[in-house]
């Protein structure tokens, strides 16, 4: 978010020259050069355009085209497509939220905590871990726990506890994927099924007329683009949220080797096992 926050305001510095000199050239010429634009454009009848398309093909909206050709390609075929977009659309967003709210400022964390462990030992830095959301403070809270028992226990604990945070982040990943696999897969029976009418058709007819075939073989078509449409959009969805676990593990890793070095060298835990 701060880096797109950075982009927009770096954009915005590079359009501002350009707004104000187009507002320094002479608005007196505008009138003239309208009127002479006016005057050499041909007539275009009110209730079309230069290329033939009505005034209504023009209003129509991006939502009302969608609808006509959900319809046209046989809800039968288009829902469950769209209900893998729904579900796999949910499921995307719940994973994105909870990924974002997990994300810390792991190197202020870390200042925190060493301060915490300086002042107050173990009970005080586990306090900071508990006010602290995310998974890299539950790790270390689980370290923290474990820290009278060495620090060889302390490691197995966070390696271990790693593994069931990571757990927790790449929950529900499944059903995204299987979503992704299963749109395209929808559409092409779509369009198996549309091509078989088409065939039936054709048969019942005993003529290969376009007429004929031409509805079994839109709604084939219709199906497949919808499954494709669908699979690319949580495709995107999927590859971001892989990309934010796979930083958020990296982080877990960084961080438990600081705090590992942290809690050997604050005394908290002595190195080796301690019933030995």
Do not use: H
């Not at 950075?6 to 309208?34: K, T």
């Not at 893998?84 to 909870?98: K, M, N, Q, S, T």
């Not at 060889?152 to 390696?159: H, P």
Request: with cysteine.
């Amino acid at each position: 978010m701060k880096k797109l926050t950075a982009f927009l305001l770096l954009f915005s510095l590079f359009l501002s020259p350009a707004v104000m000199l187009a507002g320094d050239v002479d608005s007196s010429a505008a009138p003239a050069a309208i009127e002479m634009a006016a005057e050499a454009a041909p007539e275009v009848p009110a209730d079309s355009a230069a290329d033939g398309t009505t005034v209504t093909e023009i209003e129509k909206g991006f939502r009302e085209i969608l609808k006509d050709k959900f319809i046209e390609g046989d809800y039968i075929w288009m829902s469950p497509i769209l209900i893998c977009l729904i579900i796999g659309l949910a499921v995307a967003i719940e994973r994105i939220i909870y990924l974002n709210m997990a994300t810390i400022n792991t190197k202020k964390f870390l200042n925190e905590l060493e301060s915490a462990l300086k002042s107050g030992g173990a009970q005080a830095a586990l306090t900071v871990c508990q006010n602290t959301p995310g998974p890299v403070a539950g790790i270390f809270a689980e370290g923290l726990n474990r820290a009278d028992e060495g620090i060889d226990v302390v490691e197995k604990a966070v390696v271990s506890y790693g593994g069931v945070e990571m757990g927790k982040m790449e929950k529900a990943l499944p059903w995204l994927s299987l979503f992704i696999a299963l749109a395209p897969m929808l559409g092409f029976l779509g369009t198996v099924i549309g091509m078989i009418f088409a065939f039936d058709k054709i048969e019942a007819a005993g003529d290969i007329s376009p007429t004929v075939v031409a509805g079994g073989i839109k709604v084939a078509l219709l199906t497949t683009v919808g499954g494709l449409i669908v699979a690319m959009i949580l495709q995107i969805f999927y590859n971001y949220i892989m990309s934010k676990i796979e930083g958020l593990v990296n982080e877990m890793e960084e961080a438990s080797v600081n705090f590992v070095d942290m809690l050997v060298k604050s005394g908290v835990a002595k190195s080796g096992n301690s019933n030995s």
